[in-house]
């Protein structure tokens, strides 16, 4: 069973950072590599964005509220993927889900896994 984990979420003042981080213990046995993922945000009342994704090669794309401030990467060797978010704003406030793709040994991809999400709360 794949099933992400997100982590990194905290309080933070306005024009702060954070780290969030998503991985998956099944990675660990090495049956399964992640592909990519996907980060999304989930305002308060609102429904579930996109904000940036970082595919198998390493591509990246954000949203234009993301550009310039976030910042998606992996670590294969931990099978780990990242969010950096820097100048954090009020309106960033959330929960940050990490949906993940992988493939087996045989490479087949399986897609759409979320994790449970991270709360992000930045205050003015």
């Known amino acids: 069973q794949v099933q992400p984990v997100e982590s990194g979420g905290g309080l933070v003042q306005t024009g702060g950072s954070l780290r969030l981080s998503c991985t998956a213990s099944v990675m660990s046995t090495d049956i399964f590599s992640c592909t990519g993922v996907s980060w999304y945000w989930e305002a308060p009342g609102k429904q579930r964005e996109l904000v940036a994704s970082?595919?198998?090669?390493?591509?990246?794309d954000y949203v234009d509220s993301a550009k310039g401030r976030f910042t998606a990467s992996r670590d294969n060797a931990k099978s780990t993927m990242y969010l950096q978010m820097n100048s954090l704003q009020p309106e960033d406030t959330g929960v940050y889900y990490c949906k993940m793709n992988v493939r087996d040994r045989t490479g087949r991809v399986y897609t759409d896994y979320w994790g449970k999400g991270t709360l992000v709360t930045v205050s003015s």
């Open positions: 970082i595919r198998d090669g390493g591509q990246t």
